[in-house]
C-alpha cells in the first residue's frame, strides 16, 4: 500500500533482440508475481506486454526493486547485468505519470496511437482475473483509463494522419467522404500498400483489387483483404471499374499514363476518378492530373499533410502532457487519503470503543435510568467526542503522515497497546 514501482523496457531503451527475450506468454509472468507476493516482496503486480514494450508494475510495503529486477531478468532469460543498461525503473508519482502517458498514447513510438489502451486495459482485466492486483493498482489502473480517455478527447491527439499510407487514404476520404462503396486498384503489394488496405479496411472498403509485377505476391496480399489479384499488364482493363488508385511500386517509368486514364474515364462516363501516387520515381503520369475529372495526388502531396499533421500532434503532445500531470496529481491526492484512511478508520474504532467502555462503567455504577435517558446520554457522549476528535482528524487528514509519523500518532493515542 505504501510504494508503486515499475521496472521495464520499451521501444527508446532497448533493441527488438532485446526485447524478444522478454516476449512470453503472461500466464508465465503470473508465476513470478506470485512468489514475489507469497515471499512477501510485493503485496500486487500486473504485467504488460505489447510489440514495443514489457513492464511490470507493482506495489509493496518496503522498497525491493533489486530482487524484483533479478526476477524479471531471469523471466526474460538473461542475465540482470546483461539487461540492467536497457531497463528503467520508477517510483510512485513517476509511476503514474508514465502509465497515463503510455494509456494516452503520449509514450508510444507512433505518439498518439490508439491500440496501447485497449492493450493496457487487456493486461489490467487479465491481471485482475488471475488475481495478481491489489486496492492500490486497482485504483491507479482504472483511474489511468479515465485519464487516457479525458487527455485523448480533449486533445484529439490520435486524429490526423502522420504515415504516407494513412495520408493516402486521409485524401480519399476528403474527396468522396464515405469510402465504403468504392472499388479500389493498388498498383504494387509492398508495405506502403499493405498499411493503405488496413486503414480502407477500416473504412469499409471491401472491393479490392490489386496488380503488380509478380502476381504470386498480389494473390497473397489480396488474399489477407478478400480481393482479386492481377498482373501490371491488366492495368487498362481495370481502371474503367476503379473509383480510387493509389501505387507504389519501383517501377523506373510511370505505369499509368494519360492515354490509359483518358479512356477509362471516357468508359466511365466521366465519373470521377482519384490517383494517388505514394512511389519515387512516380508510377501515375503527372498529366493525368490535367485531365478533366481526374485527381492526382503526389508523395509530395501526402508528405505536406504528413507534415502539417506532425506539427499539429506536436502541438496536442504539449497540451496533452499538461492534462497528464493534473491528472497525476488528481490521483497523488486520492493515494495520500487511502494511505490515511486505516490510521482514521483505526483511530475512530479506537475512540468509539473507549465510549462504549467508559459509558458501560458509569451505567453500572449509576444504575436506574429510563432507556430514554441512557439514549439521551449515549447521544450526548458520541457529540462530545465526535466535537473532540473533529480537529486532530481533521489535522491528520491535511498533513496526510507518512508511515513512520502515523505509527507516532498511534503510539501517542495509544492504539496497539495491551
Not at 532497448?14 to 503485496?43: D, M, W
Not at 487527455?151 to 485524401?171: K, P, Q, Y
Request: glycine share 6%; aromatic share 8%.
Amino acid at each position: 500500500m505504501w510504494m508503486l514501482g515499475l521496472l521495464g523496457l520499451n521501444h527508446t531503451t532497448a533493441p527488438v533482440e532485446i526485447r524478444e527475450k522478454f516476449t512470453f506468454p503472461s500466464e508465465k509472468f503470473v508465476r513470478t508475481i506470485t512468489g514475489l507476493t507469497t515471499e512477501g516482496k510485493i503485496t500486487g503486480g500486473l504485467w504488460l506486454q505489447t510489440c514495443n514494450r514489457s513492464e511490470f508494475y507493482y506495489a509493496s510495503d518496503e522498497p525491493s526493486a533489486e530482487v524484483i529486477k533479478a526476477c524479471f531478468a531471469a523471466s526474460g532469460n538473461i542475465p540482470a547485468a546483461e539487461a540492467e543498461p536497457y531497463l528503467y525503473q520508477k517510483l510512485n508519482r513517476d509511476v503514474v505519470g508514465h502509465l497515463y502517458r503510455v494509456v494516452s498514447g503520449l509514450d508510444s513510438m507512433i505518439v498518439g496511437e490508439p491500440q496501447i489502451f485497449g492493450q493496457v486495459k487487456d493486461a489490467y482485466e487479465f491481471a485482475l482475473l488471475n488475481g495478481t492486483t491489489n486496492p492500490l493498482l486497482n485504483e491507479l489502473f482504472q483511474r489511468s483509463f479515465n485519464a487516457g480517455k479525458r487527455i485523448r478527447t480533449d486533445t484529439g491527439i490520435g486524429e490526423g494522419a502522420i504515415s504516407v499510407s494513412f495520408a493516402a487514404v486521409e485524401l480519399a476520404k476528403k474527396v468522396f467522404g464515405d469510402l465504403s462503396g468504392l472499388e479500389v486498384l493498388f498498383i504494387g503489394a509492398g508495405e506502403m500498400s499493405e498499411l493503405a488496405l488496413l486503414h480502407l479496411k477500416e473504412n469499409g472498403v471491401t472491393r479490392i483489387r490489386i496488380a503488380n509485377r509478380t502476381v504470386e505476391k498480389a494473390r497473397e496480399l489480396a488474399l489477407a483483404f478478400n480481393g482479386a489479384a492481377y498482373a501490371l499488364d491488366d492495368i487498362p482493363s481495370l481502371l474503367p471499374g476503379a473509383d480510387l488508385i493509389l501505387s507504389c511500386t519501383a517501377s523506373p517509368v510511370p505505369l499509368v499514363v494519360p492515354r490509359m486514364a483518358q479512356d477509362a474515364l471516357r468508359k466511365r462516363r466521366f465519373k470521377p476518378m482519384v490517383f494517388i501516387d505514394m512511389a519515387v520515381p512516380a508510377d501515375i503520369d503527372r498529366g493525368i492530373g490535367r485531365l478533366e475529372e481526374a485527381y492526382l495526388y503526389t508523395i509530395d502531396d501526402l508528405k505536406h499533410v504528413v507534415d502539417q499533421n506532425l506539427k499539429e500532434r506536436a502541438r496536442k503532445t504539449e497540451i496533452a502532457e499538461r492534462l497528464v500531470q493534473e491528472e497525476v496529481d488528481k490521483f497523488m491526492d486520492r493515494w495520500s487519503n487511502l494511505k490515511i484512511s486505516p490510521l482514521i478508520q483505526e483511530i475512530n474504532t479506537h475512540v468509539r470503543t473507549l465510549q462504549q467502555q467508559e459509558l458501560e462503567k458509569f451505567l453500572k455504577r449509576n444504575p436506574g435510568f429510563t432507556p430514554e435517558q441512557i439514549q439521551a446520554i449515549e447521544y450526548y457522549s458520541a457529540s462530545l467526542l465526535g466535537k473532540l476528535m473533529h480537529s486532530p482528524i481533521t489535522h491528520i487528514k491535511r498533513s496526510k503522515p507518512e508511515k513512520r509519523a502515523q505509527q507516532l500518532i498511534k503510539k501517542y493515542i495509544g492504539l496497539g497497546e495491551k
